[in-house]
């Protein structure tokens, strides 16, 4: 009867704790805001028309010039807009870009893959997880900060075009779950400490 009870208790033992609903639900929500920043970030670099000065549409991966009689005209040639740097200054912006939402989107699958896979190392999977998506708000805030001070003679605050706000509005989201993530995660009771009987 004794090697009963203590086979129970050991089958017991390494069973996960049952989380608590609103557990779920905070893991659940930072998921969600996770998946709305990596679309909006995607949307925002792959259209890439972030400023417009004037007559002048900035972005990304082209220049565009508009005219009363014609539509726009777009260059992938950055250097002809005349702004010293800007070639080569966006290409470290689509890279940081890119690269922030390479991250975000790795983050977000070692965060859903936690809450699916209920093992010992699930803890450890959100925590790398929220790890990435901190990894992305560096890079997308790169990205921003990067534009902004090649731009800077040109800005004006209503020149930023929507596709700038939502860049602007993952990265927070990126830091935001990042943060909550890391955070609930340390407050809530270890997975894989053994419980008291």
Same mark, same amino acid.
């Given at each position: 009867?004794?090697?009963?009870?203590?086979?129970?208790?050991?089958?017991?033992?390494?069973?996960?704790?049952?989380?608590?609903?609103?557990?779920?639900?905070?893991?659940?929500?930072?998921?969600?805001?996770?998946?709305?920043?990596?679309?909006?970030?995607?949307?925002?670099?792959?259209?890439?028309?972030?400023?417009?000065?004037?007559?002048?549409?900035?972005?990304?991966?082209?220049?565009?010039?508009?005219?009363?009689?014609?539509?726009?005209?777009?260059?992938?040639?950055?250097?002809?807009?005349?702004?010293?740097?800007?070639?080569?200054? &966006?290409?470290?912006?689509?890279?940081?870009?890119?690269?922030?939402?390479?991250?975000?989107?790795?983050?977000?699958?070692?965060? &859903?893959?936690?809450?699916?896979?209920?093992?010992?190392?699930?803890?450890?999977?959100?925590?790398?997880?929220?790890?990435?998506?901190?990894?992305?708000?560096?890079?997308?805030?790169?990205?921003?900060?990067?534009?902004?001070?090649?731009?800077?003679?040109?800005?004006?605050?209503?020149?930023?075009?929507? &596709?700038?706000?939502?860049?602007?509005?993952?990265?927070?989201?990126?830091?935001?779950?990042?943060?909550?993530?890391?955070?609930?995660?340390?407050?809530?009771?270890?997975?894989?400490?053994?419980?008291?009987?």
């Amino acid at each position: 009867m004794t090697a009963i009870t203590v086979q129970a208790q050991r089958l017991l033992g390494q069973r996960r704790p049952h989380r608590l609903f609103f557990e779920s639900f905070i893991r659940t929500l930072i998921i969600v805001c996770a998946a709305l920043a990596v679309v909006l970030s995607s949307v925002a670099i792959c259209d890439g028309h972030w400023l417009l000065a004037e007559d002048r549409l900035f972005g990304l991966w082209h220049f565009c010039t508009t005219f009363n009689q014609t539509g726009p005209q777009c260059l992938r040639d950055l250097s002809q807009a005349h702004v010293p740097g800007l070639a080569v200054g &966006m290409v470290l912006v689509r890279s940081g870009g890119a690269l922030a939402v390479v991250a975000a989107i790795f983050g977000l699958e070692l965060l &859903m893959v936690s809450q699916v896979c209920e093992d010992l190392h699930a803890r450890r999977k959100w925590a790398l997880g929220s790890i990435l998506l901190l990894i992305s708000f560096v890079l997308s805030s790169a990205g921003l900060l990067g534009f902004v001070v090649l731009l800077r003679n040109q800005i004006t605050l209503i020149g930023f075009t929507l &596709m700038f706000w939502c860049q602007f509005t993952a990265s927070f989201l990126f830091f935001l779950n990042a943060i909550s993530g890391l955070h609930i995660n340390s407050i809530t009771h270890p997975w894989d400490q053994p419980r008291k009987f």
